[in-house]
């Protein structure tokens, strides 16, 4: 299987690439859309901010091969925010793949942002390896709406979609590199 | 808000786990990537590293060991020592830390949280505070991992992290150094001061000595308790620890 980790020069890869190491798989580590195009399946990893990732998404001629993928693709984090219309992180247009907006979480006393650490998670679809009640590891600032796509939801403050699903798309808003036995779970049954 | 964290904390010097007593006295307490395993097994909800001689002897933590705890744990984890520059965060992210926590280095020069935070985001940059009692106040010091060069900035510590939290940081480490290591529990006032203070999550630090002060750090509202000799020494068990605060009514990953 060529699975491709497309390199936006603004996340941290290492993580994710050292994760998919543990399944024994390699990723190809690349920007190019040939390769990404031809990819069995697609991780768009992300850390950082929305405006400077869709500026580098552009600048790399992704926008419409990212957009017209077919073939199962994820977006974590960042890069799954970057599958919504538009962020408010520096009015951000994104990829328009999943309709509706990523806004920014407000903190209230008892509840500081960003919304860091391990929530429980309800699971809708059946087929993402999770259970409800799985804890998740969570580290972001902006969160996408709920809408008809989401497949797994946690809450801080609102709820908010740990999970999306939309065709070949799925988005993980939490890190399963980094949630340990659930995270492997949904990293195991993206790959399979 | 999350389940609470419990965050053992590994201090390193020379590519080993150390552990001292107040900032000194440092003895060897193992190997990093064994410790780590050992942690995420038991149920450590996440780890920080600290390079402790890094900032105090002009150089960046060594990114092989990072490199190496990323290859073999999923669970979060934060690297910290010596990052002075954009692109040593850069390097250090890339080798798998999941944050970096800024401590000497911001004092130096506290334009650098913001260059961490516009380019990889607030959730990934924690500053760390080493905060001392003094005159009825809580004042920074800096450069601590070295018994030689510790000083007194003069900084108030809640205009500090005020600062740097308004320069993007997305998590403040606030280690109490008058309780480092002394095991009678964490400052819970001068925690609740800083919790007061800013909207980003607090991780109490320094004096935890048994289960009950970490009931009391969660109780007065820290999103995480770090904690090493407790837990280098085995004085209590992670599992234990975490079944206890269940009980307490305290949400806690298991």
Not at chain 2, 50 to 79: G, N, Q
Request: proline share 5%; aromatic share 6%.
């Amino acid at each position: 299987m060529k699975l491709v980790l497309v390199d936006l020069g603004c996340g941290n890869l290492g993580s994710v690439r050292l994760a998919l190491g543990r399944f024994g798989i390699e990723p190809v580590v690349t920007a190019d859309a040939e390769e990404i195009v031809s990819a069995d399946k697609v991780i768009l990893p992300g850390v950082g901010a929305a405006g400077f990732a869709m500026e580098r998404i552009g600048a790399l001629g992704l926008r419409g091969p990212l957009s017209s993928l077919k073939q199962p693709a994820l977006g974590i984090c960042l890069g799954m925010q970057l599958l919504f219309d538009r962020s408010d992180e520096e009015a951000t247009d994104c990829l328009g793949i999943i309709p509706g907006q990523v806004r920014r979480l407000e903190p209230a006393p008892g509840l500081p942002v960003p919304h860091m650490g391990w929530s429980r998670v309800e699971v809708r679809d059946p087929e993402l390896g999770l259970v409800s009640g799985d804890y998740l590891y969570f580290a972001h600032s902006f969160a996408c709406d709920d809408g008809p796509a989401t497949a797994a939801s946690a809450t801080h403050g609102r709820g908010i979609p740990a999970v999306v699903r939309s065709g070949n798309w799925l988005g993980a808003q939490f890190h399963p590199e980094r949630s340990g036995e659930a995270g492997a779970r949904f990293l195991e049954s993206f790959l399979q | 808000m999350p389940a609470r964290r419990i965050i053992p904390c590994l201090d390193v010097k020379d590519g080993r786990v150390v552990k001292g007593v107040r900032f000194r006295d440092h003895r060897d307490a193992g190997d990093i990537v064994e410790q780590a395993t050992r942690y995420r097994d038991e149920g450590a909800d996440e780890l920080v590293f600290y390079d402790i001689s890094a900032s105090a002897e002009d150089r960046t933590l060594d990114l092989d060991w990072v490199r190496e705890i990323a290859r073999v744990i999923d669970i979060p984890f934060t690297a910290a020592g010596g990052l002075r520059t954009r692109d040593q965060g850069a390097a250090c992210l890339d080798a798998g830390a999941d944050k970096l926590s800024i401590n000497s280095p911001a004092l130096e020069r506290p334009e650098l949280i913001e260059e961490l935070a516009r380019d990889f985001g607030s959730q990934c940059v924690v500053l760390g505070v080493d905060s001392y009692q003094r005159d009825g106040d809580y004042f920074v010091h800096q450069y601590t991992g070295s018994p030689d060069k510790s000083r007194d900035t003069g900084l108030r510590t809640l205009d500090w992290v005020r600062d740097v939290c308004d320069r993007g940081a997305g998590e403040v480490v606030l280690n109490c150094m008058s309780r480092d290591g002394v095991r009678s529990g964490y400052d819970l006032d001068h925690v609740a001061a800083v919790m007061g203070a800013l909207t980003v999550p607090v991780i109490a630090s320094g004096g935890a000595g048994a289960p009950e002060h970490f009931r009391d750090a969660f109780v007065a509202g820290a999103s995480g308790a770090l904690a090493a000799t407790v837990f280098h020494d085995r004085i209590i068990a992670i599992p234990d620890l975490k079944e206890y605060l269940a009980k307490c009514g305290i949400e806690m990953r298991r």
